[in-house]
């Protein structure tokens, strides 16, 4: 089986497929681990039907974290990490944001842990979730100026 053909034959991708053909961007298969990357009109719908879907179960948000892929547009790459305890499989789900406009929607709806994950990921990219209910500083201080892990900003800090 050619690699696309097993992608598309995996179980994740297939539901997803089914349920709307649109949600997956782009799908792939590295060292037996499946990622999907969604556009981010799509990723709270996405991951909404992840953790909801009765064949799924994605009930578990093991982390979320930032990429700064700078110059490269888009910019910022957040990626999930989830489980399904039930079916022992674990999946990555990568939404990206532009540098101009660093916004992705907030899935604490979806997964409450998600709320301390995205307040790091804001604090140190400066990417905002929207719809976060309380998207504030974690790390830093809050007079802090700047977000430290991104790509362009200076080794000794703003002077």
Known sequence: MADSEAITAHPVVSRLNAWDASAIAQ???????L???VTRENLRRACDFLRS?????????SDLTGVDRFPVEPRFE???HLLSMSRREGLRVKARASGHDP??????AVWPTANWHEREVFDLFGVRFEGHPDLRRILLPAEWEGH???KDFPTEGYR
Do not use: H, K, M
Request: net charge negative.
């Open 35 to 37: 990622t999907i990357t």
């Open 53 to 61: 879907d009765a064949a799924l179960q994605f009930t578990f948000l």
């Open 27 to 33: 799908a792939e298969i590295f060292r037996g681990e």
């Open 103 to 108: 916004v992705l929607p907030s899935v604490t």
């Open 78 to 80: 957040i990626n999930y």
């Open 148 to 150: 430290p892990l991104r």
